[in-house]
Nanobody
Framework: QAQLVESGGGAVQAGGSLRLSCAAS????????MGWFRQKPGKEREFVAT???????QYSSSVKGRFTISRDNAKNTIYLQMNSLIAEDTAVYYC????????????????????WGQGTQVTVSS
């Protein structure tokens, strides 16, 4: 059974940094586009970043320049380096993988993704 497990969340002060990890198990995801989404309290889940098999990336406008998505295929893991955090970044962060679509595409919408992690909480205090 394929599984994604996020880690690295926690509480941090505004201006600080966190690095989230998403480890995949059960199957190899190196041939697929993967992404990060987040859900703020009382809001719908939203796109954060995505990365293709060739490490092309795309970010939401709210995090571009502050967050960096990367992948280590040897470890079957993706990362989200989050710098200059602000209170508005407080959310549960989810990683996901799109196994039914080309690994060369950048996907910003949830329906493209078919495997999801359980989420990790990030809390930024101002």
């Amino acid at each position: 059974q394929a599984q994604l497990v996020e880690s690295g969340g926690g509480a941090v002060q505004a201006g600080g940094s966190l690095r989230l990890s998403c480890a995949a198990s059960g199957r190899t995801f190196s041939n697929y586009t993967m992404g990060w989404f987040r859900q703020k309290p009382g809001k719908e889940r939203e796109f954060v970043a995505t990365i293709t098999v060739r490490t092309s990336t795309q970010y939401s406008s709210s995090v571009k320049g502050r967050f960096t998505i990367s992948r280590d295929n040897a470890k079957n893991t993706i990362y989200l380096q989050m710098n200059s955090l602000i209170a508005e970044d407080t959310a549960v962060y989810y990683c996901a993988v799109a196994t039914s679509y080309s690994g060369f595409g950048l996907y910003t919408r949830e329906p493209f993704y078919d495997y999801w992690g359980q989420g990790t909480q990030v809390t930024v205090s101002s």
